[in-house]
């Protein structure tokens, strides 16, 4: 069995190669998460801070806006995490579902941040730029695998954030200093692009090396048959 097995390369077997295009628990098995993931930390903790940023607005803007922008964003975020662990489980028919959710609440987030922006209070200036450099870093380390999406809906975001400095740097500096600014605003731009690109890099490098890994396990494995 030896002989033969140094004579021809080893190849993997058909089952092994369906048990690399399935996830761990199976497509199936991913659409079974049943209500469990109600307690996943990332929505716990994604509803608490939907919950806070409403408060929020509701000091602003008064509670029916603050409910028009609360209870939309909790059932979209809930979606939104059963999406990504369905993603994560290896269910290749929700990607474009999950993509299209995540701008969506991304942009409803963006939403929140222009309001809190408009009211002119320094406090929610504040607020209404964290959100933005919140998303940006979810989004560049989510692990996406898809540049295109990543840097879109990573678009979302900074356009505000380039906006919100930019209304800051020109009606609190002088001339001279607002130019230095806007300069700045937009070189930040960039770098959030580019480590969103080396993040992507990073991460597609990390799954080729995994695949090839286990690539070489199934064939040493067949070669012992």
């Not at 993931?37 to 408060?55: D, K």
């Not at 995540?102 to 209070?121: E, I, P």
């Amino acid at each position: 069995m030896t002989t033969q097995s140094a004579a021809s390369p080893a190849q993997p077997s058909p089952q092994g190669q369906a048990a690399r295009r399935e996830p761990v628990d199976g497509a199936p098995g991913a659409r079974r998460l049943g209500w469990g993931f109600v307690w996943n930390t990332m929505f716990v903790l994604g509803a608490l801070m939907t919950l806070i940023v409403g408060l929020i607005l509701s000091h602003f803007l008064g509670v029916w806006p603050a409910l028009a922008w609360t209870v939309p964003g909790l059932g979209l975020m809930l979606a939104l995490i059963y999406y990504a662990m369905r993603d994560n489980e290896g269910d290749a028919s929700v990607g474009v579902h999950f993509a299209l959710l995540l701008s969506v609440v991304v942009a409803k987030w963006m939403v929140g941040a222009v309001a809190l922006w408009m009211t002119g209070n320094k406090a929610a200036w504040v607020t209404a730029i964290v959100i933005p450099i919140g998303w940006s870093i979810h989004i560049i380390f989510s692990g996406q695998r898809d540049l295109r999406i990543v840097l879109g809906v990573l678009s979302l975001c900074v356009v505000p954030l380039l906006g919100f400095m930019l209304s800051a740097a020109w009606s609190e500096f002088p001339t001279w200093v607002a130019l230095a600014a806007s300069v700045s605003a937009i070189a930040m731009v960039a770098s959030i692009a580019t480590s969103a690109w080396y993040s992507n890099q990073t991460f597609a490098k990390l799954r080729q090396a995994n695949s090839q890994a286990a690539a070489t396990k199934e064939r040493l494995e067949f070669a012992i048959q």
